[in-house]
């Protein structure tokens, strides 16, 4: 099998967003996890209405990807997007659950419904990337790099695709903890297990 | 172009709203006995009313029958799992003899049946607190892992409809790329209170018996169901003469990148999916013999379907045979991807395709119409298709054993 | 009736996260659908909720929203010959 290479990260955590390990936008670290994502939004100046309508775990997808293509250009349309995360659609499935289970007018928002699956945050990238490639979004205990590389990299070789969009995103009201990244032919980051938890511990 | 080794089926489990396993699941299918009622389990307002595929045991039912403790926590989902996870490995003549297996479950409901019983508890009593752990996706994987003894590999895929059906994508894969010898794989979901409100907020639950593919088609019945198939590596089922029930031979998984939860007029993803798995299989269209359709009668994936299946077969006089097996069942979900499998192997063994209740007239700009009677034909080679919120399109290809 | 256009607006907004929006810049008679403001599926439903749980008026079927959803003075016009 080809070498593979991580040609661009992006982590959200904290207040801070940072592309390729370097800072582009920072909150405090107490902000909460939607105004973080809405005033990140605001300031990085990205157009995109239908932002608004998404949940905090797309929000912070789309961010990301956003960001991503701007640094290493468009995603080739058959980009196979490979997601995990602990919580699946945790903020979505409370906020419906706290709607259809309170003892006065009890009633459920199709808006917020439609948000409680993890996978609709791949369903929301691909719509904004017209991206018609294979998805699959795993609910691990943590982040489980021994795991998602070598599925990566099967993926990737099993259907001759050109890139991966890969990450952990969890992501819920109170936590935004996410790394996301892509993976291609070429670069000068290796993908391998090491260089990803390097990635990911990396807290400065 | 790596090995496309056919994947070998050697054992099936199932439990649904017409039947406690594979066999009674069969008979209900070839009967055209549908298992489509009034709620009269589930705790909600719309009980004797609303229209489920509802399994017809309660909790403790299932606890008796897996022999469980009543001092461990286990869901729904997780119990009806087991069941049917439990009747695949017996089938195939079971795991341990010192090969790789892993589990790869899916869900979508996870352990939300328990909480949104006993959540209002929990603060007040200790009585039901054990099933606080209960609650997340992965949990029920871990269960049912731990129950059968499978320590190698244990995943939850969690892709709304298409869920089982990337399970067994996923487990498929993992045989083929020498990470597994054997992968125990499928889903269950449970009916619960929060997906009756959220699929009737979008106003596609119909009042109704659904009607799958038909011009009068309002909306789907939502069921429950578990269901998983141990696929091998054919090298490894041969060395332990296990017969192959039948053999996955493609697969196919594409986004249709237009709606949150519609799909696209031209079924663009659904067309992509059928075509990776045709592809995969290395087969042309005119060689598949039916198509268990995902089929949920919903005005709107029924019309995407059907014009993609259109855009596959080249017109209604190239299609096989379809239908959807929803008003059977009704839509189980994450298992969903896993009972059609598993209905997909029964058509190949049995050589019989199972019928499309409730269908009088075709859909009006299509013409196509699906199979309405139980009818025995040659069968070499199905096609089931799956597709999930999020644009998540999946489709599977069965191919049958000769053995 | 512009008081009640006016607290639609406001509603519409708010229901449907049309954050970058303010009630100055919708009008009256702007489509909410298709070329005009460019509302889904998703949102026709919300507003079907809004219907209910602010207007007492249920709308059964999402097709008759349609013609009810053209615009602020159509669902205007609607609420004031339906409210409970």
């Not at chain 2, 008979?27 to 009980?47: E, F, M, N, Y």
């Not at chain 2, 994450?334 to 019928?355: D, K, N, T, Y």
Request: with cysteine.
């Amino acid at each position: 099998m080809e070498s593979l290479y991580i040609q661009s990260f992006c982590t959200l955590r904290n207040g801070t967003i940072r592309l390729n390990g370097e800072p582009i936008y920072g909150t405090s670290e107490n902000t909460p996890v939607d105004d973080f994502l809405r005033s990140a939004y605001r300031q990085l100046h990205v157009d995109y209405p239908k932002f608004h309508k998404m949940d905090v775990l797309c929000k912070a997808t789309f961010l990301a990807t956003e960001l991503m293509a701007r640094d290493a250009g468009p995603y080739p349309t058959d980009t196979a997007l490979i997601f995990a995360n602990r919580s699946s659609s945790y903020s979505s499935d409370e906020k419906h659950a706290t709607g259809i289970y309170a003892t006065q007018n009890p009633g459920a928002s199709p808006a917020t419904f439609v948000y409680t699956l993890p996978n609709i945050a791949m369903g929301e990238i691909s719509i904004r990337h017209q991206l018609h490639s294979e998805n699959v979004f795993f609910i691990f205990d943590s982040y489980l790099p021994e795991f998602l590389v070598p599925y990566t990299a099967t993926a990737l070789y099993d259907k001759q695709v050109r890139e991966g969009l890969c990450g952990w995103t969890e992501v819920t009201a109170t936590l935004c903890d996410v790394l996301m990244y892509r993976v291609g032919r070429s670069g000068s980051m290796a993908h391998t297990v090491t260089n990803l938890k390097r990635l990911y511990n990396d807290h400065e | 172009m790596i090995s496309t080794t056919p994947i070998a089926v050697t054992g099936m489990g199932a439990i649904s709203a017409i039947g406690n396993n594979v066999a009674a699941n069969f008979q209900s299918l070839v009967d055209s006995k549908p298992g489509i009622a009034p709620i009269q389990r589930l705790d909600t307002c719309h009980r004797g009313r609303l229209l489920a595929g509802e399994i017809p045991m309660s909790n403790a039912e299932l606890y008796d029958r897996l022999g469980l403790s009543g001092e461990t926590a286990y869901t729904r989902s997780t119990l009806l799992g087991l069941l049917a996870a439990t009747e695949a490995v017996e089938h195939a003549g079971g795991l341990n003899d010192g090969c790789r297996i892993g589990l790869v479950s899916a869900t979508t409901v996870g352990g939300m049946d328990a909480t949104e019983q006993y959540y209002d508890d929990y603060l007040i009593s200790g009585e039901h607190r054990h099933f606080i752990p209960t609650h997340p996706c992965g949990y029920a994987a871990e269960q049912i892992a731990r129950h059968l003894g499978i320590s190698d590999f244990v995943t939850t895929i969690s892709t709304a409809c298409s869920s089982a059906a990337n399970a067994i994508m996923l487990g498929a894969r993992m045989i083929r790329a020498g990470l597994l010898d054997r992968a125990l794989v499928g889903g269950t979901d449970c009916l619960s209170r929060f997906t009756i409100n959220g699929f009737q907020s979008l106003m596609i639950y119909s009042d109704s018996h659904c009607r799958p593919f038909d011009d009068h088609r309002n909306g789907l019945n939502l069921g429950e169901a578990a269901a998983y198939l141990l696929l091998e590596h054919p090298d490894v089922a041969g060395r332990c003469g296990r017969k192959p029930l039948a053999y996955l031979t493609g697969y196919g998984n594409a986004n249709d990148a237009f709606h949150q939860t519609a799909s696209s007029e031209d079924g663009e993803g659904a067309y992509l999916a059928m075509l990776q798995a045709l592809n995969v299989a290395g087969l042309a269209p005119a060689e598949i013999d039916y198509v268990n359709a995902h089929g949920t009668a919903t005005p709107n994936n029924d019309l995407a379907e059907g014009t993609a299946l259109l855009r596959i077969f080249g017109s209604e006089y190239g299609l096989p045979p379809f239908s959807s097996t929803k008003a059977f069942t009704g839509h189980t979900l994450a298992a969903a991807g896993a009972i059609e499998a598993v209905f997909s192997v029964l058509s190949l063994r049995h050589q019989v395709i199972f019928p499309n209740l409730n269908f009088e007239q075709p859909i009006a700009s299509l013409g196509i119409v699906p199979q309405t009677e139980p009818v025995n034909k040659i069968i070499k080679h199905v096609l089931s298709n799956s597709f999930g919120f999020g644009g998540n399109c999946s489709t599977l290809l069965f191919s049958k054993s000769d053995d | 009736m512009s008081e009640l256009t006016q607290e639609l607006k406001a509603r519409i907004i708010s229901q449907l996260n049309l954050e970058d929006l303010t009630v100055e810049d919708l009008d009256d008679n702007t489509p909410l659908f298709g070329d005009g403001l460019g509302l889904d599926s998703i949102d026709a439903l919300e507003l079907i909720v809004m219907l209910d749980k602010s207007y007492g008026i249920k709308l059964s079927d999402p097709k008759e929203g349609r013609k009810v959803f053209e615009t602020v003075q159509t669902m205007a016009d609607f609420i004031e010959a339906n409210r409970k």
